[in-house]
Antibody, heavy 126, light 111 residues
Framework: EQLVESGGGLVKPGESLRLSCTVS????????MSWVRQAPGKGLEWVGR??????????DYAAPLKGRFIISRDDSKDTLFLQMNSLKTEDTAVYFC??????????????????WGQGTLVTVSS | DIVMTQSPLSLPVTPGEPASISCRSS???????????LDWLLQKPGQSPQLLIY???NRASGVPDRFSGSGSGTNFTLRISRVEAEDVGVYYC?????????FGQGTKVEI
């Protein structure tokens, strides 16, 4: 499996940015996907999760990010997106794209963070 | 939200010696199906995290058998039977019971 994030960079507070994650090595249309971020020198923070279309295609977000961040997918291009609006300095982080897989019974609890991309750095600074 | 608390946050280790990390959750991760929805991740220096242990005690594919996970409910432990140099990095526990997914603070393991 390979997950490759792109789209990171330097933006000013209040601006928007869209990250992409292009995958290969698995059937993306069936995949549940997630974004996880890591501020410089800090721990891991869950951003949100997008189910496969077959599972409803619904999204779930960390409460502080809901309304500003939007996760979407283009199954025809094997690509996951993270639209980030009204960016704040505290959004500065490496953003990881993650393939989620149920290692136990499907649909019971949440799936595992099975495969990770290399991450893309987003810096929000004036 | 479920709060995950790890200890210690820093763990000096000696190659060949055992090591253990504790993780506690603010609510039980034991599902009625008998599984504990607790995973362990390892982030080696300069790398992305990788899945180490899932559902409390199951090693992910390719993970050496010197790693083991145990515990139930709200108390969990990751053990390394004999530490090797390649085991350095930051270990995270993460609950897999519900969203929002929440991580422990991380335990930095250093030789």
């Amino acid at each position: 499996e390979q997950l490759v994030e792109s789209g990171g960079g330097l933006v000013k507070p209040g601006e928007s940015l869209r990250l992409s994650c292009t995958v290969s090595g698995f059937t993306f249309s069936r995949a549940w996907m997630s974004w996880v971020r890591q501020a410089p020198g800090k721990g891991l923070e869950w951003v949100g999760r997008l189910k496969s279309r077959g599972a409803g295609g619904t999204t779930d977000y960390a409460a502080p990010l809901k309304g500003r961040f939007i996760i979407s997918r283009d199954d025809s291009k094997d690509t996951l997106f993270l639209q980030m609006n009204s960016l704040k300095t505290e959004d500065t982080a490496v953003y990881f794209c993650v393939h989620l897989i149920y290692s136990g019974a499907y649909g019971v609890g949440e799936p595992q963070f099975a495969s990770w991309g290399q991450g893309t750095l987003v810096t929000v600074s004036s | 939200d479920i709060v995950m608390t790890q200890s210690p946050l820093s763990l000096p280790v000696t190659p060949g010696e055992p090591a253990s990390i504790s993780c506690r959750s603010s609510q039980s991760l034991l599902h009625r199906n008998g599984n504990n929805f607790l995973d362990w991740l390892l982030q080696k220096p300069g790398q992305s995290p990788q899945l180490l242990i899932y559902l409390g005690s199951n090693r992910a594919s390719g993970v050496p058998d010197r790693f083991s996970g145990s515990g139930s409910g709200t108390n969990f432990t990751l053990r390394i039977s004999r530490v090797e140099a390649e085991d350095v990095g930051v270990y995270y526990c993460v609950q897999a019971l519900q969203t929002p997914r929440t991580f422990g603070q991380g335990t930095k393991v250093e030789i």
